[in-house]
């Protein structure tokens, strides 16, 4: 979920919290009701009271409309966003973005100098953009092995898979040394 909307959902979530505790207020003290709304329909129906018709209104609106996005979303189909679609003749091929990850490490391994890959896929409209974050050799020139896994994943996933690739961003996160370190037991 984006950020936009958790903080909506927050806002959202501390409203119906405050007009919760009016309404356990109310139910012990139903008096209280009387006299709030009173003083609320003396204020509104007032022919001064346009603006505040008006501003009442709207936050009613957007609560509704908070209401019917945040119920939609808790329905809405996830599955989608773990595949990418390619529609033929025949009908509907989806391919996971787990598979894509697959054909994207295998692809990268074969690069003379790497030693460790890790990849993360995103689905964009019709295609797919790709990070590989990769583990080089030493002693080895990283812009040509970058280039190289570059080239590499773009071919096969578009081969293999016949999806399209925007962007191939290959992140060097260490060169391996060949020393393994085990953690200390005290």
Partial sequence: MKIFFRVLLAIYALCLAVFSAFAMYVAVFPDAYVEISENIIQAISTDNAMALRI??????LVFFALSIMFLLSGVRNNKDRKAVSKHTN??????????IENIAINASKKTNGVRDTKTLVRKTDDSVEIEIRVVVM??????AITEDVQQRV???????????VKT?????DSIYTGITYKPRVE
């Fill in 90 to 99: 025949i009908g509907e091929i989806k391919i996971s973005l787990n598979s």
């Fill in 138 to 143: 030493p002693d080895m020139s990283i812009p």
């Fill in 154 to 164: 773009k071919k096969s996933v578009e081969d293999t898979a016949g999806i399209a």
């Fill in 55 to 60: 501003a009442v209104f709207a936050v009613a």
């Fill in 168 to 172: 191939v961003r290959v992140i060097v």
